[in-house]
């Protein structure tokens, strides 16, 4: 809420206008030590938000191993906005009631074998107005790297205002000089801790991080505004990835934002859809369920470990779409050794197609009738040349070809 309300007030000087004086990116910047595969774990905000606690964070450790989500990969514990409490005279900045140690807590996530993630703001104050890192960057990195967080994701906010609308008011280039020079200054921050730790840009896309971020050693962007749990909202966000499959590699990936997996009303179709596409764009997989009353549809979603591999394609290709037939999308992605992996989602809101669809393999660069895998039945499928398919209203087929002709 509080960050609709920022947006409100600057979008209009910030968007489009901010664009061209990005430095040119160097991929194979220092970010290269972590996040070669798209970071896999749990991240606090999308249920608890501002509720989470110390309680929670151990809560959902304990699901991440207990319900299989570690073996599948899930490795980042994150806890997002509201653990800030106040800095002290010299600056140090404190947790609040509701994290009464976080050294302690970052102990007992390692116990289990997972990594503790946490969360900032380059500006005085959080999107949810706690406490921000504005200098204190140094002092505040050195603090996490002490108490062994591994994954941090920073987020503007309050820097839109504070900083870049009053050192640079009606100056789009120098705002946004500001904007990567504050993510590039916690970023060295992070770097002479010497301690590997994810970082991990929250600025809803603006001013297209994908070409910058990399360089100032940025392991993932935000490429839009926040996620909600439900279609349109997860649909909007897929349809604003066309275009960006080559900003995304090891060690450097665009987000579309946090999973909503199990939140609010999507049906189990959409679910299935949400997770194969952030799987298809090499999204980082963070869940944002409530572990502890997990269903077990939903976890066998979240744990089907072939779609799982898709995502963690050491390749690192990020989907690219392809072609759509009436409402039926195709989207494909070229995986190692020559394997591809192909989702076609159904995005109207019939229970079929409005138009039959036909599958052309001729627009995926495939020849004649390929043999494949159907990634949620499991079952071994043929796919003829034009052959009609018929998928539900928001529904997805995810297929993998690993021997494309
Ligand atoms: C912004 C971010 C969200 C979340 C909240 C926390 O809205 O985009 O992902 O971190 O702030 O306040």
């Not at 549809?297 to 690219?320: F, S």
């Not at 020559?338 to 995926?364: C, E, M, Y």
Request: hydrophobic share 40%; proline share 5%; aromatic share 8%.
């Amino acid at each position: 809420m509080h960050l609709r309300l920022s947006l409100l007030f600057v979008a209009p000087l910030c968007l489009a206008a901010i664009v061209s004086a990005a430095p040119a990116v160097n991929a194979q910047s220092s970010t290269a030590q972590v996040a070669q595969t798209p970071p896999m774990g749990w991240n606090s905000w999308n249920y608890f938000a501002g509720k989470v606690t110390d309680k929670d964070i151990r809560d959902s450790a304990d699901q991440i191993v207990a319900t299989g989500m570690k073996d599948a990969g899930y490795i980042y514990v994150n806890i997002d906005d509201t653990w800030e409490g106040q800095r002290d005279a010299s600056g140090v900045l404190h947790t609040n009631s509701k994290f009464p140690d976080m050294k302690a807590l970052a102990d007992y996530v390692h116990s289990k074998g997972l990594k503790l993630g946490i969360y900032s703001s380059p500006g005085p104050k959080t999107c949810a107005n706690y406490e921000g890192s504005l200098g204190h960057e140094e002092q505040d990195a050195k603090m996490y790297a002490e108490w062994g967080i591994d994954y941090l994701k920073y987020d503007l906010c309050s820097f839109i205002p504070a900083v870049m609308m009053k050192q640079a008011p009606h100056d789009k280039v120098g705002q946004m000089r500001l904007m990567i020079a504050a993510y590039d200054k916690m970023s060295k921050a992070l770097k002479a801790t010497g301690r590997p730790i994810v970082l991990s840009l929250c600025q809803y896309g603006w001013d297209s991080p994908w070409e910058w971020a990399p360089e100032l050693g940025g392991n993932l962007w935000r490429t839009t505004g926040d996620i909600e749990a439900n279609w349109q909202s997860m649909y909007d966000i897929l349809e604003q990835q066309k275009g960006l499959y080559s900003y995304a590699g090891p060690g450097h990936w665009n987000d579309p934002d946090m999973l909503e997996v199990g939140n609010g009303k999507l049906s189990l179709a959409e679910n299935r859809t949400h997770f194969s596409m952030w799987a298809m764009l090499a999204s980082p997989l963070l869940a944002g369920n409530d572990l502890p009353h997990m269903k077990p549809e939903i976890k066998a979603i979240l744990t089907n470990k072939d779609v799982i591999a898709i995502n963690q394609d050491p390749l690192g290709h990020q989907a690219r779409y392809i072609y759509s037939g009436g409402q039926v999308e195709v989207w494909e992605r070229d995986l190692k050794g020559g394997a591809k992996a192909i989702a076609i989602i159904n995005v109207g809101s019939d229970r079929v197609a409005t138009h039959p669809f036909h599958l052309d393999l001729k627009q995926l660069g495939l020849q004649g009738t390929q043999h494949a895998k159907e990634l949620w039945s499991g079952k071994d499928v043929e796919l003829a040349d034009n052959m009609d398919m018929e998928i539900d209203s928001h529904d997805v087929r995810l297929l993998r070809i690993d021997s494309p002709k």
